[in-house]
């Protein structure tokens, strides 16, 4: 049940178990201008959630 909690909070995306805690893991497989700005990707652990910020940016031409 804890982890079905977890990948809803999530908001899609998968979890993997990593030593006591469940990880966000954001696959990307293709990338349109829609889609540059900011992610968060994060862990959930008893203690509560932890972030960080990662940006998709467009290549230089």
């Known amino acids: 049940m804890r982890k079905n909690l977890v990948t809803k ?3 899609g995306t998968t979890t993997q178990m990593k030593n006591d805690s469940y990880w966000s893991i954001l696959e990307i497989k293709s990338v349109k201008s829609a889609d540059y700005g900011t992610y ?15 940006h998709l940016m467009r290549p230089n031409a």
Do not use: K, W
């Open 9 to 11: 909070v999530m908001n």
């Open 40 to 54: 968060a990707c994060g862990v959930v652990f008893e203690g509560g959630i932890q972030y960080e910020e990662t």
